[in-house]
């Protein structure tokens, strides 16, 4: 018997070996164990998606091999300038399908059943479970049903104060600088994510003793994220337990867990006394959470999976916008000072929620920088089931990578890409534009749920320092060199100086 499956082992290993030799455009499937790819009409798959190393049996299994952040990040960006299309990798039991073109990406986006997101997002999973980041299938579809009102546009109105005034409070920490280079990476996030917690969980993070140390704890988190993207043996979760950072990345997870349930008991507690829990109306976030766990629809676990989240995901991206639309506009004094003409001309001393929707030519100024330096520049996900986008039958267990970094360069959607035109969204240079051709909030089903929330809070605090403050460069966008990871980083640190207007 064991002869037998001995002989029959050795049958399948000469027939496997024959079909890599033989199979010259497939014998790599063979070789790498990885999902299949094949086209709706039968042709050629070169005909449809460009294949990196199309020569290459072992594909792009040593392409990601002690890759540098830097490197990582410029690796794709070399990929879509090589390509000029979107293109296939292939490693050891992985697929992976580039999207750079706006044109390919549309049947992902209107597909329900591409909603699940990439292995990448999992290596968050400790810290943020299934929120509605990482979350899939009916788990996102409740939790997003749920989270919606607190986005409403009445909610919005409420957190004007709040976001006007830590806006008055930012200026006073440029007023202390006294016209000295500002590293914007060290000073914009603390005021963002004192905004996020006022008005999206009722609580003042400068009023608690563990703020500081919470914010750090973030940062430990991204860190580790980051420089295990970078080593694809620690992909494997087995690998990082015993020989990776695991146990240092669950002790972060840990702290930031006891923080954010801190404030969840506190806010429970003031919640008892000032709402009515009876009453139809719509809540901030965080109430709102309360009041659903009060009606069994959440758990606390569930809470914190959503706070941990939103402080995550919605302060580091919107600290990342303001950044770098602060930066552009020290880099163009021209359009500056645009901005400033406008401000000039329809701000006034008392500005309600549709005030700050005349300011036409900043919302134009804050998109192009979105377009320019997407806060998130690559998002994922991965085939549930063989799946038709476009000419390719995408099979199950393949992964999209949708590069927004490389979509929003299109020459054919862009001329010149590179360059910082903010005219490019007035109205009239954007009624024919494909419309996945621009999508810094992503798209479709999974689309940004706090973007209304997030524009708000650009305008009101870029408002309020240009009216008040001169920008000038001092870092040159010629020097900016980025890094991998989820959210857009430079590898150093980008400083302008803020002077007085007179």
Known sequence: MISYLAFCG?????????????????????????????????????????????DKIYKNTFDFKSLSNEKLFNYARNCASEYKRSYLLHGPFTTAYNIIKAEDLEDVMKDP???????????????????????????????????????????????????????????TILDSQKGEAVSLQKTIPKSILNVICESALGVKLNELQAAEEYRKTIKKIEHLQIERAGQLIMYADLIYK???KKREYEKECEEAHKFTSS???????????????GKRSKFALLDNLLLQEKEGLIDHKGICEEVDTLTFEGFDTTSTAIIFTLFLLGQHQDVQEKVYEELCTVMKDEMNLLDYSNFKYLESV???????????????????????????????HAEISIHIFDIHRDPNHFLEPEKFDPDRFLPENTKNRHPFAYIPFS????????????????????????????????????????????????????????????
Not at 27 to 43: A, I, N
Not at 443 to 467: D, H, P, W, Y
Request: hydrophobic share 40%; proline share 3%; net charge positive.
């Open 263 to 277: 404030i969840i008991n506190s806010r429970r507690e003031d919640f008892k006394s000032v709402y009515n829990v």
């Open 10 to 54: 050795l049958i399948l290993m000469f027939y496997w070996c024959y079909r890599i030799i033989s199979d010259k455009d497939n014998g790599f499937f063979y070789l790498l164990f990885c999902p299949r790819t094949r086209t709706t009409d039968g042709s050629k798959l070169t005909e449809a998606v460009a294949i990196s190393k199309e």
């Open 242 to 244: 015993w020989f990776g």
């Open 366 to 396: 804050i998109k192009e920088s979105l377009r320019l330096y997407p806060p998130v520049p690559y998002i994922s996900r991965v085939v549930t089931q063989d799946s038709v986008c476009g000419k390719l039958i995408l099979p199950k």
């Open 113 to 171: 059943g591409l909603i699940s997101k990439g292995r990448y997002y999992h290596f968050l999973d400790d810290f943020l479970g299934e929120g509605l980041l990482i979350s899939s299938g009916s788990k996102w579809h409740s939790r997003r049903k749920l989270l919606t009102p607190s986005f409403h546009f009445n909610i919005l109105e409420k957190f004007l104060e709040i976001f006007k005034n830590e806006s008055l409070q930012f200026l």
């Open 443 to 502: 798209a479709g089903l999974r689309n940004c749920i706090g973007q209304r929330f997030a524009m708000l809070e650009l305008k009101i605090l870029l408002s309020t320092i240009v009216k008040e403050f001169r920008i000038v460069p001092v870092t040159e966008r010629k020097d900016l060199k980025f890094e991998a990871g989820l959210i857009l980083r430079t590898m150093g640190e980008l400083f302008v100086k803020f002077e007085r207007r007179v």
